[in-house]
């Protein structure tokens, strides 16, 4: 009877419970549960696997290489980031999420933009949050290539519709008209729908230089910073003092 109980929940795509059932029924009689009691114990494993198994998928699904955790962020490398401590903690909660905020985080190679955005990027997908870290190089270079393929249309929905978009290093090079357009289509989609982290090494009066206008920048950042928490990290590189201690 066990046998094709097993087979049922198989069939009810109820993978834990049909992994778990002989040895739950066995602890059952051996804890004196009643139907109810073991009924629940069954639902709270598959529940607890399926937990599991999407926070897995949304850090698979995310491109991070990496686990960071802000415990790691040395925050008594630079005044900056001991004075803006209090503001980087709270972007780890993940509330800037739920009200659609944008995140921009401004400055010098090496002084901890991207492992902040690392750091938000892996606790969303903690939370089960559907997640995308990626560079803005690598984001226009797949925009370039599907347009190239006729599938254009399909990978800006697919950089649109994730509930946390983090572009990383923006301002290393120009993306020039196209990417640049195709760079505004996406903001412009997410803009008061979904959040969006930023982590750039120029001031917004600079982001003439990314784009390919002035015209194009402007509307970028006006909607970038509408309704967005802008952290500026400054001092010397953390990354070529971990590298020459």
Known sequence: MIETVIEKCKTLRLKTTAQNLAQVIELAAQKNWSPLETINHLFELELESRHQNKIALRFKQSKLLEKPTIDQFDFDHHGSRK?????????ITL????????????????VGKSFVAKCIAYAATQAGIKTLFTTATDMINHLFAAEADHSLLKKLHYYQSQDLLICDEIGYLPLGQQGSNLFFQIISQRHQHKSTVITTNLPFADWGKIFDSTTVATAIADRLVYNSQILILEGSSYRKKMNTS
């Open 83 to 91: 004075k803006q401590k209090s503001k980087i903690l709270n972007l």
């Open 95 to 110: 509330e800037f999420i739920g009200q659609k905020n944008d995140i921009i985080l401004i400055g010098n190679p090496g």
